[in-house]
């Protein structure tokens, strides 16, 4: 599909891409055009913007790209019951190490790293937690406690050992269950941005529904601007019929500037449950097993889509004011956040964010 696409909605987020105020004429006197394509992938939709002088070089280019996120798909999917990932947690437990591929290897101990520096509020071995989670939220029941217990003797980063020298994984107890969910789509982003650089694209942008990863800027733009949607200040209350009775105010937020970078999104905003009279979350804290109580959008800025989305990951569990030192930290001394948040029921929106955002601001002074 090659078409100009302004506006990119995506999962509760919407990203607008917009071009320095640069025309489409403008663009096609210098040789270039603008090229979009979307299909699905990882089970959410992958839009890429491109610009090139020849649409079959773009096609050809984005269809490489796709076969790349499908391949990852492959490896990381915790739903389909032939990945890597899942054959891991199938054949490996203590004592069984299992040779993986580069990619599970990378992603794994960049991921083990993120858990260490979170105190486990990112944790890949969640999977048995997400599991009883979904099931929960399906049924509008709360997890039975020992069941509870039970799954979360099974999760920390410290029941995996990595082995660099024979790229082997060993899960160290029966029955763990790895869920990249909140980082492989970041990596995948990454990796389809690579391949449209390797075919000569480099002005591109790839959107996986959350998680932008951007090359060059547009022609004679310095950089593509995104702007996020504010975290909804409380979910509209109903009369009997259906009918919202009070419309949900919206905050303002800055638009930001992104070249050569990534920017991740991770919120709660259209996924979450009531149970016993209490909002939970579809994202999980590791600690509890249990989803979030406090409405967030957290949005990072990283040097690439695999940080970004496993510190959005991260922050949404640690919440804004833990969530903030840990941007400030030396680690991440390159990576800034923004953070909208209401805590339990409050209909307040308030904001967060690091010292460092100011220079990826177009608007100098965001109004809430």
């Excluded at 486990?120 to 599991?131: I, Q, R, S």
């Amino acid at each position: 599909m090659n078409r100009l696409t302004r506006q990119i909605v995506s999962l509760g987020c919407i990203f607008v891409i917009v071009f320095s105020g640069l025309s489409r004429t403008e663009a096609e006197d210098n040789g270039l055009r603008r090229f979009d394509f979307e299909q699905v992938e990882m089970g959410v939709i992958f839009r890429l913007s491109v610009y090139g002088s020849d649409s079959d070089l773009a096609n050809k280019a984005a269809e490489a790209a796709y076969a790349r996120v499908h391949e990852l798909n492959g490896i990381f999917s915790d739903y389909e019951g032939s990945s890597e990932v899942r054959r891991l947690c199938e054949v490996s437990g203590p004592g069984r190490p299992v040779k993986v591929s580069d990619e599970l290897f990378t992603v794994l101990a960049a991921s083990l790293k993120l858990s260490g520096e979170t105190d486990g509020a990112f944790d890949v071995t969640v999977g048995p937690l997400t599991k009883l989670w979904r099931r929960a939220r399906r049924r509008e029941v709360m997890p039975e406690t020992q069941r509870l217990a039970d799954e979360l003797k099974l999760v920390g980063a410290e029941l995996v050992r990595l082995d660099p020298h024979n790229r082997t994984v060993e899960l160290l107890r029966g029955g763990m269950r790895l869920d990249f969910g909140g980082i492989a789509k970041g990596f995948a982003a990454d990796e389809a941005l690579r391949v449209l650089r390797n075919h000569g694209l480099n002005r591109s942008l790839v959107d996986a529904s959350g998680d932008i990863v951007a090359g060059d800027p547009p022609p004679d733009a310095c950089f593509w601007v995104v702007a996020i949607e504010a975290l909804r200040s409380r979910p509209p209350d109903q009369n009997s019929t259906g009918e919202n009775i009070t419309a949900p105010s919206l905050a303002t937020v800055p638009r930001l500037k992104l070249c050569n970078g990534a920017v991740a999104t991770s919120g709660d905003a259209y996924q979450s449950v009531v149970i016993g009279g209490r909002r939970f979350s579809h994202i999980v804290d590791p600690k509890t097993g249990l989803g979030l109580n406090q409405r967030s959008s957290v949005t990072i800025i990283a040097r690439n889509g695999m940080m970004a989305d496993g510190l959005a990951s991260a922050v949404s569990v640690l919440g804004p004011e833990a969530g903030i030192r840990l941007l400030s930290d030396s680690e991440h001394c390159e990576t800034e956040g923004y953070i909208m948040f209401a805590k339990g029921e409050s209909n307040k929106v308030r904001t967060a964010s690091s010292s460092g955002l100011t220079k990826f601001l177009i608007d100098p002074k965001p109004r809430e």
